[in-house]
């Protein structure tokens, strides 16, 4: 299986940023794991990251093409305003999970709402860097 994990803006700063709450793990271990569990696997993965929203939309509508046939995202920020990433998540017919690292329901109150989860699949909040781990779960048909 072919999986595009997204990362929106900040992500990049895992293990620098608010370690309180996002840890202390840096963004490489993210994306070194993800890309062992998926060669451990048999998955193609592929971890792109920006903090640009026309980079995200972008590379959400090359999936479109691209043999991409599952998406799992963390829009950062992008989660609680972004209907151009909302757009593009929805026209793209694939499997997508949304991933936040921290429980977003315990945190500031514009956290709460996500523009982007009512167009994927499912959502996974507050397990930390396991959470991306399980969504390939989900993906590839293990959960």
Same mark, same amino acid.
């Given at each position: 299986m072919?999986?595009?994990v997204i990362n929106g803006p900040n992500i990049n700063f895992l293990g620098i940023r608010e370690k309180g709450i996002y840890?202390?793990?840096?963004?490489?271990?993210?994306?070194?794991?993800?890309?062992?569990?998926?060669?451990?696997?048999?998955?193609? *993965?592929? &971890?792109?990251?920006?903090?640009f929203e026309g980079a995200v939309i972008d590379r959400i509508q090359a999936s479109y093409s691209d043999g991409t046939e599952g998406i799992i995202i963390n829009p950062?920020?992008?989660t609680h305003y972004s209907y151009?990433?909302?757009d593009a998540l929805a026209s793209v017919e694939l499997p997508k999970i949304e991933v936040h690292i921290?429980?977003?329901h315990k945190r500031e109150e514009f956290r709460h *709402?996500? &523009?982007?989860a009512p167009v994927c699949?499912?959502?996974?909040?507050?397990?930390?860097l396991r959470g991306?781990?399980?969504?390939?779960?989900?993906?590839?048909?293990k959960l």
């Open positions: 072919k999986i595009l840890g202390t793990e840096n963004y490489e271990s993210l994306v070194r794991g993800l890309e062992e569990k998926g060669r451990a696997e048999g998955h193609e *993965v592929e &971890v792109f990251q920006s903090n950062g920020a992008f151009a990433v909302r921290s429980n977003v *709402v996500s &523009v982007t699949t499912g959502q996974i909040v507050g397990l930390g991306y781990a399980l969504a390939m779960d989900y993906l590839t048909g």
